[in-house]
């Protein structure tokens, strides 16, 4: 009997134990959720892209609104080491190497060196011009570190549409709508 008694008190103790860690773990998961939150760079919809320099593959340094398009551009911000940018690049060099840009140029600006952008674009098989902000201005002025952001810019030079997800570019036409074209 004594016996008994002790097995249903330690089967108790092991279920009060239970309860508490599922009820610990539940909370710890709860909090890392909450903790998450969305990417908050200012570049967003209906504001104007802005003027700032960045260096080209050839050591010049451009101002971005003269590679922008008068008819709109795709711009996109990657970090090279980045999986997610890697296949949103590659999904773009598609749409390039098919022609189904037309005359919208795509710019992609990168928060690495000039060289190691030669090498990113050799190894990726990428043809597009990536531009590097080597003095980190998109970060630090416009809180752009969250990577990759695809922008749609208008002619004018106002932000149409982004996105951060990668794969979200599946309706070309439909995207390019959103620069006017």
């Known amino acids: 009997m004594l016996k008994k008694i002790g097995m249903a008190i330690a089967a108790l103790l092991v279920a009060g134990a239970g309860l508490y860690f599922g009820m610990a773990t539940r909370q710890a998961v709860s909090s890392r959720e909450e903790a998450i939150v969305a990417p908050t760079s200012t570049l967003a919809d209906s504001t104007t892209f802005p003027n700032v320099p960045v260096r080209g593959e050839d050591g010049r340094v451009h101002?971005?609104?003269d590679l922008l398009g008068a008819r709109g551009s795709v711009v996109i911000f990657?970090?090279?080491g980045c999986a997610p940018c890697k296949e949103m690049a590659a999904e773009w060099q598609r749409y390039v190497t098919a022609g189904r840009l037309g005359d919208i140029p795509l710019v992609a600006i990168a928060d690495s060196q000039p060289d190691v952008i030669q090498i990113y674009k050799s190894n990726n098989n990428i043809t597009f011009p990536i531009y590097a902000d080597t003095t980190h201005v998109f970060m630090s002025r416009y809180s752009v570190d969250e990577y990759p952001l695809r922008l749609m810019v208008d002619g004018g030079h106002i932000i149409r549409s982004h996105t951060?997800?990668?794969s979200a570019d599946e309706d070309l036409a439909e995207t390019l709508k959103a620069i006017g074209r």
């Open 63 to 65: 101002q971005t609104h």
């Open 78 to 80: 990657m970090s090279l």
């Open 164 to 166: 951060y997800d990668p």
